[in-house]
Nanobody
Framework: QVQLVESGGGLVQAGGSLRLSCAAS????????AGWFRQAPGKEREFVAA????????LYVDFVKGRFTISRDNAKNMVFLQMTSLKPEDTAVYYC??????????????????WGQGTQVTVSS
């Protein structure tokens, strides 16, 4: 498995921006598709964005389209989530994950087998 560590979360005002990073160790993340999910208190973990190993394909959930951008730097073994125009409803713990099963963009939790510990994003109104 790949070990993943997220960073870059914090407290930001509505309309602000944050860039989340996901650093991998163990196996090379660059050979896997990857995704970002989030989980708000009392809610289930939900899909946010995904990217193939080459970065050639991306997928976003509707409520972040046009505001969030997923990217990766395989030379640095990292995946990123640039978040702009943040809203209070974006408040959640954000997790990155790797998909070792197939190099596709997937919304399904079951497609991912390695997860980071999460980074808290809090958006104040």
């Amino acid at each position: 498995q790949v070990q993943l560590v997220e960073s870059g979360g914090g407290l930001v005002q509505a309309g602000g921006s944050l860039r989340l990073s996901c650093a991998a160790s163990g196996r090379t993340l660059g050979q896997y598709a990857a995704g970002w999910f989030r989980q708000a208190p009392g809610k289930e973990r939900e899909f946010v964005a995904a990217i193939t190993s080459s970065g050639g394909a991306t997928l976003y959930v509707d409520f972040v389209k046009g505001r969030f951008t997923i990217s990766r730097d395989n030379a640095k073994n990292m995946v990123f989530l640039q978040m702009t125009s943040l809203k209070p409803e974006d408040t959640a713990v954000y997790y990155c994950a790797s998909n070792p099963y197939s190099d596709i963009v997937s919304k399904k939790l079951a497609s991912y087998d390695s997860w980071g510990q999460g980074t808290q994003v809090t958006v104040s109104s």
